[in-house]
C-alpha cells in the first residue's frame, strides 16, 4: 500500500509498505478520508512523534476490509445498549462505514475504570504513538469504531475527531444561556466550537481571529459581522470590553495557546467568570503580576480540556457529534478549504506548515 511515514523529524516520504495485517481484535480499514490536524504539523515537521518509523494522520474514516480474531465480538461487546439492538450490528465488521477514535486507552487505570478513557496516562495513539490515517490502510482496534450512517459523508467522518474536541471543550464548560461567551482563536477546533455553541442555541458569542478565511467562515456561518474582531486590526482586549459594556466575557474559550491570548483570557473575562483553556501551548506561558492578580481578585475559573469522551454510550461526546451530523444540524464540510489525494496530501501538510495561503480544514480525500 501507499503510505506517509515519517523516518524522523522532518524525514516524511510517501511511499509503498506492507498492508499491515489485522491482529486479534483489529480491523484493517480501507482509508476514505483523512484530515490535517494542526498538531501533526509540529509532529512531523518540529518535534517528531513518540517513536519512528511511523504513520501520521489521527483524523480518519473509511471502510472495514478484513476483521481479525474476535473483532466482531469486541466490537459489539462496546457498543451501547441502544445500539446493540438495532438489526444492522448482527452484520459482519467487513464492508461497514467506520469513524476512529484514535486514543488507545489503557483500559487497566482508575480513570479508564470509569470510562474517562482521555484521562489515561499510558494510552496509546494512531497517528502519533502507533501508526495512523495517512496510507491507504490503517490498522484499528475495534473498540475504537464507531459507524457511521449512509447520510454521513467519510469527509464528515474525518472530522469527527476535532468535532468530539470542540464539543467535549463545550460541555466542560457550565455553560447558561444568558452567557457571554468568548471564543479566541479560529482554527479548526474553535470554528467548530462556534458551530457547535450556535447549533445548543447560544447566541451571545463574540469571536477573535486574525486570518480573512476565519472571519469568512465565521460569518458565512451565521455569526454577525459585529461580533467578530480581527485581532489584526483592533485591541480585542478593548473590543471585548466594548462588546460586553465593559463586563467582560463570562466564558472565554481560548483556542490559540500562546502567551498573549491566555493573558487576554484573563484579562477579558467578567468577575466570577471562567476561562476554558483548549489551545496547545505553542512554548512557556507566563503572565504578568497584575494579569495573573485578576484570577484571584475575579475569582476566575480556569478550567482544563482535553481530547473528548468516547464511552460508546448515547450521549459521550463522539455520539453527541453523530447525532447531530446526521440531523444535518452541523455541516463541518464548510470549514474544508483543500482537498488533496493521498499522493498530494504533503502539499497541505507544507500549506498549514509554511502557512503560505490561508486555510480553513485541509482534507485528503482518498
Ligand atoms: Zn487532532
Ligand atoms: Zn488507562
Known sequence: MNAYILHEINQLTYKQTDRPIPGPGEVLLQVKAAGICGSDIPRIYRTGAHIHPLIPGHEFSGIVIKAGEQADVIYRE?????????????????????????????????????GRYELCRTYSYLGSRRNGGFAEFALVPAANLIEIPKSVSFEEAAMLEPMAVAVHAMRRANLTPSDTIAICGLGTIGLLLLLFLQEAGFSNILAIGNKHIQQQLAIQ??????????????????????QTGGQGASTFFECVGKEETASLAVDSTA??????????????????????????????????????????????????????????????????THRFSLAELERGMHIMRDKSEEYGKIMGSL
Open 78 to 114: 462496546h457498543l451501547s445498549v441502544s445500539r446493540r439492538d438495532c438489526p444492522s450490528q448482527s452484520e459482519p465488521l467487513t464492508g461497514k462505514r467506520m469513524g476512529v477514535f484514535p486514543l488507545i486507552p489503557c483500559g487497566c487505570c482508575s480513570q479508564c475504570r470509569e
Open 221 to 242: 456561518n451565521g455569526l454577525p459581522e459585529a461580533c467578530y474582531c480581527d485581532s489584526r486590526q483592533q485591541n480585542a482586549g478593548e473590543w471585548l470590553m466594548e
Open 271 to 336: 468577575p466570577e467568570g471562567q476561562i476554558v483553556l483548549v489551545g496547545n501551548p505553542h512554548s512557556d506561558i507566563g503572565l504578568e503580576q497584575d494579569i495573573y492578580w485578576k484570577i484571584l481578585r475575579n475569582q476566575l475559573t480556569i478550567r482544563g480540556t482535553w481530547n473528548s469522551s468516547f464511552t460508546h454510550s448515547a450521549d459521550d461526546d463522539w455520539h453527541y457529534v453523530l447525532n447531530r451530523l446526521e440531523q444535518k444540524r452541523i455541516r463541518p464540510g464548510c470549514l474544508i
